[in-house]
């Protein structure tokens, strides 16, 4: 059973426009979210990360909003760059032991068209 | 500073032989990880190791080994390899539980 779910396999966006990656998680342990972009043939890069005390971090062009309610974050880019393109991957981490370790969605590739 | 290396970038191998794939990073950082990653899977995790002479299974482990040789090197062994383990092998390293991965550029493996 996928703990954390990225439903849109694909999304394409015009250069300049926003960008929305969204994701869903059911683990309500779950106290920490990444996301990572990967490129082909190269390994992920970290992006931007939220602890589950906050439900906003902004690193300039790329803001994560938690929703834990909903059990839900989304990356939003702005304004998005054709080198934005890449797939994106959530992660999601728990408490201690196996539930310390990060849980990865299946991605979302962005597109990002000039 | 080279972050995370690992070796080989590639590899192919019939159905029974062994191998180890090698990682190191030169972040001094205390935890390390193997994940794979398979097409429309994500990424999944093999074993870890939280710090230096301890390791753990994570979700995947069935028909690997590891060694956490050091505080720097942790190898990846399948003892014998099967077309399911066709996969890319991504390395990663952590100073601890709150700080993000830092991924190798991964191993291309291929068994026939």
């Known amino acids: 059973d996928q703990q954390v779910k990225q439903n849109s396999p694909s999304l394409s966006v015009q250069e300049g426009r926003i960008s929305i990656l969204n994701c869903d998680y059911t683990?309500?342990?779950?106290?920490?979210f990444l996301w990572y972009k990967k490129y082909p043939a190269e390994g992920p890069t970290f992006l931007i990360s939220?602890?589950?005390?906050?439900d906003k971090n902004e690193d300039g062009r790329f803001t994560v909003f938690l929703n834990k309610s909903a059990k839900h974050l989304s990356l939003h880019i702005v304004p998005s760059q054709p080198g934005d393109s890449a797939v994106y991957f959530c992660?999601?981490?728990?408490?201690?032991?196996?539930?310390?370790?990060?849980?990865f969605g299946k991605g979302t590739k962005l597109s990002v068209k000039p | 500073n080279a972050g995370v290396t690992q070796t080989p970038k590639f590899q192919v191998l019939k159905t029974g032989q062994s191998m180890t794939l090698q990682c190191a990073q030169d972040?001094?950082?205390?935890?390390m990880y193997w994940y794979r990653q398979d097409p429309g899977m994500g990424l999944r995790l093999i074993y870890y190791s939280a710090s230096e002479g301890t390791t753990d299974k994570g979700e995947v482990p069935n028909g690997y080994n590891v060694s956490r040789l050091n505080k720097r090197e942790f190898s990846l062994r399948l003892e014998s390899a099967a077309p399911s383990q066709t996969s890319v092998y991504f390395c990663?390293?952590?100073?601890?539980?709150?700080?993000?991965?830092?991924f190798g550029n991964g191993t291309r493996l291929t068994v026939t």
């Open positions: 990663a390293s952590s100073e601890g539980r709150n700080s993000p991965l830092h």
């Open positions: 972040m001094n950082h205390n935890s």
């Open positions: 939220i602890s589950s005390i906050k």
């Open positions: 683990n309500s342990m779950f106290d920490y």
């Open positions: 992660a999601a981490r728990g408490y201690g032991g196996s539930q310390g370790n990060l849980i």
